[in-house]
Structure formats: C-alpha cells, structure tokens
C-alpha cells in the first residue's frame, strides 16, 4: 500500500470551487491500497487581508514535505494586482524551480469547435516557468512624474533555457509525431531571441530523430487558430507561453478544459498542478465554474507520481463527460464534478 502526501491550495475566487471537484475525484480514483493525505493551506486573499502574509517562510518549509501540490488559482479584486500572482503562485514556481510548466492543448472528440476534425489537435507547450520577464527584474524610475520610466527585463540564462528545450526534446521524441517547434520572437528581441535559437539548434543534434521548427510568436498565433493541426511540441519562454496558453485553451474548447503542470524534473522539491485558468471573479461563488481542467491537473499530478493507470481513467472519464455534453443542458461546478466521479468509480 502506498500513501500520497499532497498539498492543497485551493486559493481565491473559483479555485475553491473546483479544487473540491478535484478533490473528489482523486478520491474516487485511487486504487484501494493507496491512500491520500491531504493538508489544506488557507493561502490568498483571506490570508492577506487577515495577516498580511502571502506565502509564510514556514508554509514554504511545509510544503516541500509534500509529493505534489493542488493549487486552484489566486488572485481577488480586493488585493492589489500582483501581490498574490507574484508573492504566491510565482513564489512557490521559483522557490520549487518548476522551469518545466507544461500545458496540453488537446481537443477532445466531440467537443465543439470550429476545428474539429481530421488531423486532431493534440499538442503540448512547454513553458519555460522560472525565467524571462517574470523574475521581476525592474522597477521605475522618477514614479508619479510625467517622465516616469518603467523597465521590465526579461532573464534568459544559457542554462535555464538550455534545460527547458532539452525536456522539450525528450517529449517530442516520446510522442508519434516527432515535432518540436520553438516560438519567440528572434526578429524583434534579438539578444534573448538568438540566444534561444543557439540553444535550440545545438541541443537538437542530440535529437536527430526530432523534426523542428521556428515560428515568430505573433505568427505561431495564426497558426493556433487557423491550423492547429500543426502543432505537436511547442517550446517557449515563460511570458509568450503564458499567452500563447491562454489561447491555446481557448481552441481547444476553453478555459474551463486547460490543464497544467509545473513540473521539477529532478524531484528535488514538489511538483505543482493547477488549471490554467484564473479565479475568475467575474463567475466566482456561483456554482458555474467548469472544474474539468482542475481533474484534468489533477490526471497530470498522478501521472506525475507515476498512478498512470488513475491518470488515463479520468482522461477516460472527462473525455465521456466531454463527448455527451454536446447538447446537454448546463451543469453546475458540483454537477460535472460528481458525473465524473461516478464515470471513475464505474
Ligand atoms: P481568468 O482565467 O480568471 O478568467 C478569464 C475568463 O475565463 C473569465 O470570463 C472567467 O469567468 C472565465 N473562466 C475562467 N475559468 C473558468 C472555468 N473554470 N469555467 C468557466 N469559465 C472560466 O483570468 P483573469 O480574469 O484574467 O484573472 C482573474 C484573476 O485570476 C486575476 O487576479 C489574475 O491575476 C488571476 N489569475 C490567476 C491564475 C492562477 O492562479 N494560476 C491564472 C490566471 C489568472
Ligand atoms: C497562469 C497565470 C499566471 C502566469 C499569473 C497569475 C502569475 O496567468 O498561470 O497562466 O502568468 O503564469
Ligand atoms: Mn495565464
């Protein structure tokens, strides 16, 4: 018998929501002999507002006990922008090194979409998670002031893109296509831009069976609307992929189906899994957030830990789900949880 150590933060707005979904269905995937050990951290905007803390040293310390973390989303109209988006999610990214942060786009069948048909779409970004603009390498200068100057330096280290496109390569060689693309924006931004392609080149000899290729990043968002068939791997940097996600998700039959990893290779520290998605205010308490792509991360989280068996019953399970939605009325967050959970169980 087994037991999982997982952390849980289910965070603001909908993230509460459909971690619970999450959470159920985890429950009813598990094979008898492995039980889950949950700890449930109160991170966010409650927190904040109660204590001022975003993510305490000692949670920080806590948390690396874990197998893996749950995370729903953070972020609430009442906190300033920024403070839990970075003292929080991006904190916990950096200090786990998560600098593999994948995120499938994968249209599943029946699911409506103008591009629905043959070839499917099926692909995976990798994102680079720890680097480029995201380091908060910045500031402003003359503040307030008609002259006012902000800058925003984007980081790129031989190393850490280096590790990224080389994980990058291994997924492509493990899939049937073969095909590794990277998108950045080498006309424009030419220091971090060239450094990319370099890299890019010269880890691919050790990739002989990889086919490649280079896509401008405002080209790459044609593609994923008209065409994108064509896609397989995609490599990026942290703030293009961010993006380009988003997007990603939105052909793929939406926010409420994008699913995510971020992802230590070495083990070192916890993986995390969330949705792409956001706590959507706009939806929050209402019972009408989709938690498909919180089972969804919840799927990559036991592949992870190598559960790869529990992880294909809930692809199994959504893509059910998915397939008779078509015409179906809509279902609350609850409602679509508990459906998948007696998909798993049966
Ligand atoms: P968002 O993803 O929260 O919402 C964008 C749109 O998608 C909204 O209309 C929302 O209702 C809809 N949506 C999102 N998830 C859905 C779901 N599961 N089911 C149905 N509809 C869904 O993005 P935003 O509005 O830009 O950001 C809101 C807050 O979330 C901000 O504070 C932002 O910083 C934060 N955010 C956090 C994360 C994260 O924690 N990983 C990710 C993105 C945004
Ligand atoms: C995401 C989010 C985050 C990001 C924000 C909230 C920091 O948009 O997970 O996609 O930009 O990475
Ligand atoms: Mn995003």
Redo the contacts with the bound molecule.
Sequence with gaps: SRSIRLAVIP?D???QE?VAEGLKVLGAVLPAGTKVETTEYDLGARRWHATGETLPDSVLEELKGHDAIL???????SVP?GV??RGL?LKLRFAFDHHVNLRPGKLFPGVKSPLAGEPEIDFVVVREGTEGPYVGNGGTLRTGTPQEVATEVSLNTAFGIERVVRDAYRRAAARPRKKLTLVHKNNVLVHAGHLWTRIFERVGQEFPEVTTDYLHVDAATIFLVTQPQRFDVIVTDNLFGDILTDLAAAVTG???LAASGNINPSGEFPSMF??????????AGQG????T?TVLSVAMLLEHLGLTAEAARIEAAVAADLAERVDGPARSTSQIGDALVTRVAG
């Design positions: 965070g707005g909908i993230g459909v995370l729903g989303a953070v972020g609430d109209p922008s839990l988006e999610l939406g926010i409420g969330e949705p792409v998605h956001g706590s959507a205010p706009d939806i009408k957030a989709d938690p792509a």
